[in-house]
């Protein structure tokens, strides 16, 4: 891998990352861009004891732009982009409009492809390890910023997701505090070791591989299962089956047996509800410990993938307890969608 970092008219970082060591990215950004200005905060729920982005300068977003005027399109035909170059295998810059800034965080996008027409399950293996070693690389940059505290690296595929933008690409989230969810499963984690002197996310994979029923893919280095408690229609954790905390400590067996694993997976999504429907709109997020938790290497790195269609042109809402409560209703039982995810196995 070769990574070129530059600079974007209005300051931003940009960074390329290539799979030939030979290619050059010297293109400079030509657009007539302003110095970049956010207005991102953070503020404190004191009832809830969680932390809400307060963003204003979101509301003007590209929003779902014609293929010629994407953005995220290499610069082509006398048209500027994003990406200055005319071509490029996987770019990462600051977002325009990041949810998080300064002192309150850090927001990047990365651009799988420079195929327009593209999906991720559309890469190659070897594409789709280059995307891993920049989730990989930016983890480790933005562990270094004092502003961050934990790395989400995460894809949104989809309208019905909330896409704003059609291209190929996903983001990264660098927080300046660990998130909720993060939370609760460090409490969790510290409960079941007080309890009963083992680690819970060893526990868990260990069931659901004894049980059996949910898993829907055991590898060599991978383990990828449907939860029992799923909150999602459609959802699956995958765990390497060494525990590392996060993307930076993965053995070169996990790097390598990863992204044929995964590219099966998303291929097997847009397979669950038959032939002829629309791509499955799904969220795939990689969970990655805290930087200074405080038993960190007691975390598991795992990636969850999920869609919010249960079933054929019907979507699951977060509703009144969902959303009101967080007490999620599941109308799939998990024993069902793993059934069906692996029934479309590829042949």
């Given at each position: 891998m070769k990574k070129t970092a530059t600079r974007l008219a209005d300051g931003r970082e940009l960074i390329?990352?290539?799979?030939?060591?030979d290619a050059v990215r010297d293109a400079v950004d030509q657009r007539p861009l302003d110095p970049i200005s956010t207005r991102s905060e953070v503020r404190h729920d004191r009832l809830l004891g969680d932390d809400v982005a307060v963003a204003s300068h979101r509301q003007g977003r590209t929003y779902l732009p014609p293929a010629d005027e994407c953005p995220l399109c290499p610069s082509r035909d006398g048209r500027l982009s994003e990406i200055p170059a005319s071509d490029y295998d996987v770019a990462v810059f600051e977002n325009r409009f990041p949810s998080l800034a300064g002192d309150a965080g850090r927001?990047?996008?990365?651009?799988?492809?420079?195929?327009?027409?593209?999906s991720f399950a559309d890469l190659t293996a070897e594409q789709a390890a280059l995307v891993l070693d920049a989730w990989t690389d930016r983890t480790a940059e933005l562990a270094r910023l004092p502003s961050v505290e934990q790395v989400f690296c995460f894809e949104n595929r989809g309208r019905e997701?909330?896409?704003?933008?059609?291209?190929?690409?996903?983001?990264?989230y660098g927080y300046p505090f660990p998130t909720p969810r993060t939370r609760l499963m460090l409490r969790s984690l510290a409960e079941h070791r007080e309890r009963t002197g083992r680690n819970l996310f060893d526990d868990v994979v260990a069931d659901e591989r004894s049980d059996g029923r949910r898993v829907v893919l055991d590898g060599e280095h991978?383990?990828?299962?449907?939860?029992?408690?799923?909150?999602?229609?459609?959802?699956?954790?995958?765990y390497p089956k060494r525990?590392?905390?996060d993307l930076?400590?993965?053995?070169?067996?996990?790097?390598?047996?990863?992204?044929q694993l995964y590219l099966e997976f998303l291929k097997r999504f847009d397979r669950i509800f038959g032939e002829g429907e629309p791509p499955t709109p799904y969220i795939a997020a990689w969970h990655q410990a805290p930087f200074t938790a405080d038993d960190r290497d007691d975390f598991a790195l795992h990636l969850e993938l999920f869609t919010i269609r249960r079933?054929?042109?019907?979507?699951?809402?977060?509703?009144?307890?969902?959303?009101?409560?967080n007490v999620f209703i599941n109308d799939v039982p998990p024993e069902a969608a793993a059934e069906r995810l692996r029934e479309v196995a590829s042949k």
């Amino acid at each position: 891998m070769k990574k070129t970092a530059t600079r974007l008219a209005d300051g931003r970082e940009l960074i390329y990352y290539d799979a030939r060591d030979d290619a050059v990215r010297d293109a400079v950004d030509q657009r007539p861009l302003d110095p970049i200005s956010t207005r991102s905060e953070v503020r404190h729920d004191r009832l809830l004891g969680d932390d809400v982005a307060v963003a204003s300068h979101r509301q003007g977003r590209t929003y779902l732009p014609p293929a010629d005027e994407c953005p995220l399109c290499p610069s082509r035909d006398g048209r500027l982009s994003e990406i200055p170059a005319s071509d490029y295998d996987v770019a990462v810059f600051e977002n325009r409009f990041p949810s998080l800034a300064g002192d309150a965080g850090r927001c990047e996008v990365v651009c799988f492809t420079s195929d327009h027409n593209a999906s991720f399950a559309d890469l190659t293996a070897e594409q789709a390890a280059l995307v891993l070693d920049a989730w990989t690389d930016r983890t480790a940059e933005l562990a270094r910023l004092p502003s961050v505290e934990q790395v989400f690296c995460f894809e949104n595929r989809g309208r019905e997701i909330g896409v704003t933008l059609g291209h190929p690409h996903g983001q990264i989230y660098g927080y300046p505090f660990p998130t909720p969810r993060t939370r609760l499963m460090l409490r969790s984690l510290a409960e079941h070791r007080e309890r009963t002197g083992r680690n819970l996310f060893d526990d868990v994979v260990a069931d659901e591989r004894s049980d059996g029923r949910r898993v829907v893919l055991d590898g060599e280095h991978w383990t990828a299962f449907v939860p029992y408690a799923a909150h999602w229609p459609y959802e699956v954790h995958l765990y390497p089956k060494r525990r590392v905390p996060d993307l930076t400590a993965l053995d070169d067996g996990a790097r390598t047996e990863f992204p044929q694993l995964y590219l099966e997976f998303l291929k097997r999504f847009d397979r669950i509800f038959g032939e002829g429907e629309p791509p499955t709109p799904y969220i795939a997020a990689w969970h990655q410990a805290p930087f200074t938790a405080d038993d960190r290497d007691d975390f598991a790195l795992h990636l969850e993938l999920f869609t919010i269609r249960r079933t054929s042109g019907k979507l699951k809402f977060l509703a009144g307890s969902e959303s009101g409560m967080n007490v999620f209703i599941n109308d799939v039982p998990p024993e069902a969608a793993a059934e069906r995810l692996r029934e479309v196995a590829s042949k």
